[in-house]
């Protein structure tokens, strides 16, 4: 980017730009009539919400600009009696619908940071999620351990405990480390690595504290390390960790891939 600047300031620009400016800005309405006839599952979904999030901001401006004139009496040239102190900034103009409109529009948006794009989801089962391994002496085997059928999250510090002691087995090749997080604002997709496995949205028992081990599993909500990509905090400070929800099912396509909630 700094490299266009200067170079636009060197050599100025093309004699057609604000020409080619104008006829993209017209292209951009057929642009996103194509991408809502065309785009299918998981991408149209997310396509969707974002045009019906833009939609309600663009309502919202053009009501507080309605509201602009419309915010309390004229002034009084010298009233006729006292007016108390307490009732003299009553006859002014306040700004309150403005600010109210604001405030609102803070915690929206506030609210959609941490909103997931897949709400709800069917919920897994204890046989669904774990095989019965039976151990011991030929005659009376046990069957007290179990091996974890869905993908789990394990640290740099992971180690296993000792085979008479462990009670839940994660096999090498359903533990995991990153994940493909996709930016949904800059269309871009890195691997990042995995701080934490949050919550499910729809079962909240799979997750920390329950089984001791957090799951991988479609929809849940997973922390990331986002310092590579240089989002930067309301206060200047570059973030570290941002939640991410998982898009697909990691046990099927050998991968994780999340979207990025922001």
């Known amino acids: 980017m700094r490299c266009i600047e200067r170079h636009t300031k060197l050599f100025g620009k093309r004699l057609d730009t604000e020409e ?9 309405g057929h ?86 794009p897949i709400p709800k989801v069917k919920g897994i089962s204890e046989e669904e999620l774990f095989k019965v391994v039976k151990t011991g002496k030929k005659i009376a085997k046990k069957g007290w351990k179990r091996v974890i059928t869905k993908p789990t999250f394990v640290g740099p510090d992971f180690t296993r405990r000792p085979v008479k002691y462990e009670r839940f087995i994660r096999p090498m090749g359903l533990r995991y480390k990153k994940a493909n997080v996709t930016h949904p604002t800059l269309n871009v997709t890195v691997q990042l690595p995995i701080l934490g496995v949050k919550k499910n949205p729809n079962n909240p028992l799979l997750g920390y504290g329950y089984f001791s081990f957090p799951l991988l599993t479609f929809c849940h909500s997973i922390e990331v390390n986002v310092s590579d990509l240089g989002i930067v905090t309301a206060s200047g400070k570059i973030a570290w960790g941002r939640y991410a929800q998982v898009t697909n099912n990691p046990e099927n396509d050998g991968c994780l891939n999340a979207v990025l909630l922001v």
């Open 20 to 28: 080619r400016a104008r006829k993209k800005a017209a292209r951009e």
């Open 31 to 116: 642009k996103q009539s194509e991408n809502a006839q065309n785009l299918r599952g998981l991408r149209a979904k997310l396509y969707a919400k974002e045009r019906h999030a833009q939609k309600i901001q663009l309502r919202k401006t053009i009501k507080q600009h309605e509201e602009r004139n419309v915010k309390g009496a004229a002034d009084e040239k010298e009233p006729a009696n006292p007016i108390p102190s307490y009732l003299l900034d009553r006859a002014n103009p306040t700004n309150a619908k403005a600010l109210s409109s604001q405030i609102k529009n803070k915690r929206a948006e506030k609210a959609a940071r941490f909103s997931v």
